[in-house]
Nanobody, 116 residues
Framework: QVLLVESGGGLVQAGGSLNLSCVYH???????MGWYRQAPGKQRELVAT???????MDSGVLRGRFTITNNKAKDTVYLQMHDLRPEDTAVYYC???????????WGQGTQVTVVS
C-alpha cells in the first residue's frame, strides 16, 4: 500500500514554476510532513518539513524561491517552487511521520527537471 502519493513534477525551463503535492493515505496519525530531494549522483537532502502546528524546519533550500504549505484536513503537503534553476533538478520525495525525529514514511518520488 502506497501511503504517500506525490504529484506535480515535470519538465520546466529555468525561471519557471512547479507545484508539488503529497497526500497521505494512511490511518495512523502523523504530525509532520515534508520534502527531500535527490539530485543525480548526490545524496538525498532535506528541503523542508512542516508540522501540523506550523513549525517549519528548513535546510536552507527554500531561500525565498520555494514555499512549503499544508492542508491539515486533507493530510496534504505542498511545495511551491518558483524561479527554478537547473541545479534544482532532482527526484523530490515526500516524507512523513509523528515528529521530525521519526519520519519513516516515504513517497515514491516525483521527478523535477529544469532545463536552461
Amino acid at each position: 500500500q502506497v501511503l504517500l502519493v506525490e504529484s506535480g513534477g515535470g519538465l520546466v525551463q529555468a525561471g519557471g514554476s512547479l507545484n508539488l503535492s503529497c497526500v497521505y493515505h494512511g490511518n495512523a496519525a502523523i504530525n509532520v510532513m515534508g520534502w527531500y530531494r535527490q539530485a543525480p549522483g548526490k545524496q538525498r537532502e532535506l528541503v523542508a518539513t512542516l508540522s501540523r502546528a506550523g513549525s517549519i524546519m528548513d535546510s536552507g533550500v527554500l531561500r525565498g524561491r520555494f514555499t512549503i504549505t499544508n492542508n491539515k484536513a486533507k493530510d496534504t503537503v505542498y511545495l511551491q517552487m518558483h524561479d527554478l534553476r537547473p541545479e534544482d533538478t532532482a527526484v523530490y520525495y515526500c516524507n512523513a511521520g509523528v515528529d521530525v525525529a521519526f519520519m519513516p514514511l516515504w513517497g515514491q518520488g516525483t521527478q523535477v527537471t529544469v532545463v536552461s
